[in-house]
Each structure stands twice: as C-alpha cells, then as structure tokens.
C-alpha cells in the first residue's frame, strides 16, 4: 500500500512561484511514477506531469513553458515547480502514485493553490 501527502500549497499572486511537494510512503514506491493532476473549481481532474521510477520526467504541453517535475528517488519525493503563475491555475493539487504494472492508482490528499492579488 502507497501513502501520498501533498504539502506547500497557498494563496500566491499572479506572476508567482510556487513548489509543491509529495512524499510517498509504503511499500512498492521504487517501482511507479509519481505524478501531479489538478481540479480547478467547478471543472475535472487533469494531468500535469509525471516522473518515473527511472527518473524520466513529462509535462503536459499546455503547462511546459511554466510548471516542472521532478523527483528524488532516494527520498520519494516529486515536486511540482510553478511559475509564472495565473488566476486560471487555481485548483486542488493532487499527487498520484501509478503502478501501470497492475493498473494501480493512489492519491494524496490534495493541497489547494489560489492564485489571486
């Protein structure tokens, strides 16, 4: 069983950074990606990014230019870097564990992220 917590959501103006973490706990981490999805309000979960087991990272197209993932495999941990950020990236951030292996998905929590002045 994998565990996720999220942490370093909060309200940020527009323009601002932010850097979200995930740890993971349990058995099994060494093998899944971890990830980030988002739900802004009022619309559904999509994906952001993923980082592998080996250390390959991806980010979808439509956040490349400004969000980044990344992972440190020793301390199972994947982070979500935003800049450059807008009032449209106001949404709960989830972290997700995927064992594509047996079809597993985990999640965290969430921590939510305003992005107001």
């Known amino acids: 069983q994998i565990q996720l917590e999220e942490s370093g959501g909060g309200l940020v103006q527009p323009g601002g950074s932010l850097r979200l973490s995930c740890t993971g706990s349990?058995?099994?981490?060494?093998?899944?990606?971890m990830g980030w999805f988002r739900q802004p309000p009022g619309k559904q979960r999509e994906f952001l990014g993923t980082a592998t087991s080996g250390g390959d990272t991806a980010v979808e197209d439509f956040v490349k230019d400004r969000f980044t993932v990344f992972r440190d495999l020793a301390r199972n941990i994947v982070y979500l870097q935003m800049d450059e950020l807008e009032p449209e990236d106001t949404a709960v951030y989830f972290c997700?564990?995927?064992?594509?292996?047996?079809?597993?998905?985990?999640w965290g929590k969430g921590t939510l992220v305003i992005v107001s002045s």
């Open positions: 997700n564990a995927r064992n594509a292996n047996y079809g597993l998905d985990y």
């Open positions: 349990g058995s099994g981490l060494s093998g899944v990606a």
